[in-house]
Nanobody, 119 residues
Framework: QVQLVESGGGQVQAGGSLRLSCAAS????????MGWFRQASGKGREFVKA????????SYAESVSGRFTLSRDNAKNTATLQITNLTLEDTAVYFC????????????WGQGSQVTVSA
């Protein structure tokens, strides 16, 4: 099992920036990739960005926009999502997810962190 805990969400002004962190515990050695998704009110879950947990740290999928940067710290078992130039449309619940080496889907999820952008 892998447990994920998000932190860093909150309310920010449009045009500002925000940093979300995801701390992983449990069978972290079995993690293949870490990713972030988001879900706005009344909409489906949307992919944001993902990186491989070990080896090449480059993202292997397109992000929702160039304003999102994902980094990892394997020593601390954390993945950090930085968002810049926030807009009202970025308001959503952001979820951290983990994909294990043996899995072909995202089976482990954090509880989510609310990001609210105000004018």
């Amino acid at each position: 099992q892998v447990q994920l805990v998000e932190s860093g969400g909150g309310q920010v002004q449009a045009g500002g920036s925000l940093r979300l962190s995801c701390a992983a515990s449990g069978r972290t050695s079995d993690i293949y990739a870490m990713g972030w998704f988001r879900q706005a009110s009344g909409k489906g879950r949307e992919f944001v960005k993902a990186i491989r947990w070990s080896g090449d740290s480059a993202s292997y999928a397109e992000s929702v926009s160039g304003r999102f940067t994902l980094s990892r710290d394997n020593a601390k078992n954390t993945a950090t999502l930085q968002i810049t130039n926030l807009t009202l449309e970025d308001t959503a619940v952001y979820f951290c997810a983990a994909r294990l080496i043996s899995d072909d889907a995202w089976y482990y999820w954090g509880q989510g962190s609310q990001v609210t952008v105000s004018a």
